[in-house]
């Protein structure tokens, strides 16, 4: 099997990494908008690069893997759907609604696979939390809260091609609620602040949001996110049932310190980012892609689960600039919504 890694960025690199290992995986073509980085990771791999775009269609692969910058993700979906080609890509499909539902009105047609990146299905933690709650061991759930909190904010030129916070950061909270819960989010209220260094504000986006989101069934959840957080790297997930409370995310690595005498100490070395909070995620995402590649498992992720993370962050935005609660019908998934 042969797969094409279009981007060597930092998740290109990890992926290609895994695949590289990978006992079904034959070979990797490695492309970038940058040649010299391709290159480079092709030599370190003892893999292939290509010059561009073009050859990895042209030289043949069976499988595609998009990370690029998110402006790109559609239409290299596109391309790789009309060519017969399965696709893995890092979230999001794109920066709106109707660019995504084109991208995958492509994938429908052509009938391949498209399974998105969303690295928090395959925690462990957050594995052991969607057991509790579906096993019934919280009892009647009634409250989540939810929050990733970057130790130091992305390079200023990147901020604006982000899609902001809340489709670039929230976005990986709102697909793991769904998938943790098992439930939908039909309404939100959002707000965000600025404040802070000026590259926010430069950027028209926000350093801090925050979102109260109810679910179909009434259980209430939030979510919050920050780019600027010094302790450390911080992402948990707290779900309280009727019956018990369980945390994802809690361990002596968590950036957090209890002003309680008897309270646990401060982590001795806090995670710094989500590579390494991750890691073993993003493999075994990976190893998931090839397992659909041959046959043996189900999309565990497809493109329609990215749409409706897509949705509620859409919502989110509207929210937060109109300063008003905005349910999720408000947010259309069909094209023909859009006219």
Known sequence: MRIGVIGTGRIGTIHANTLSRHREVGSLILTDADPARAQGLAHRLGETAAPGVDEIFKWGVDAVVITTATPAHAELIGRAARSGLPVFCEKPIALDVPGTLAALAEVEAAGTVLQMGFQRRFDAGYASAREAVRSGRLGR???????????????????????????????????????????????????????????????????????????????????????????????????????????????????????????????????????????????????????????????????????????????????????????????????????
């Open 141 to 339: 759930l009634h409250t989540v809260r939810a929050m990733t909190c970057d130790q130091s904010p992305p390079p200023a030129e990147w901020l604006p091609l982000s899609g902001g916070l809340f489709r670039d950061t929230l976005i990986h909270d709102f697909d793991v609620l769904r998938w943790v819960t098992g439930r939908e989010v039909v309404d939100v209220y959002a707000a965000g602040s600025d404040s802070g260094p000026a590259l926010f504000r430069e950027a028209g986006d926000i350093g801090t949001g925050a979102a109260l989101l109810t679910l179909d069934d009434g259980t209430l959840a939030t979510a919050t996110a920050t780019r600027l957080n010094g302790a450390g790297y911080d992402v948990r997930m707290e779900l309280a049932g009727e019956r018990d409370t369980v945390v994802v995310g809690l361990d002596d690595r968590t950036p957090i310190a209890s002003t309680e005498p008897t309270g646990p100490p401060p982590a001795d070395k806090p995670w710094t980012g989500f590579l390494e909070r991750f890691g073993p995620a993003y493999e075994a995402e990976l190893c998931a892609f090839v397992e659909v590649l041959h046959g043996e498992r189900p999309n565990p992720c497809d493109g329609r689960e990215a749409l409706q993370a897509l949705r509620i962050a859409e919502a989110c935005e509207a929210s937060r600039r109109e300063h008003r609660p905005v349910r999720l019908t408000e947010i259309p998934e069909r094209a023909e919504s859009y006219g």
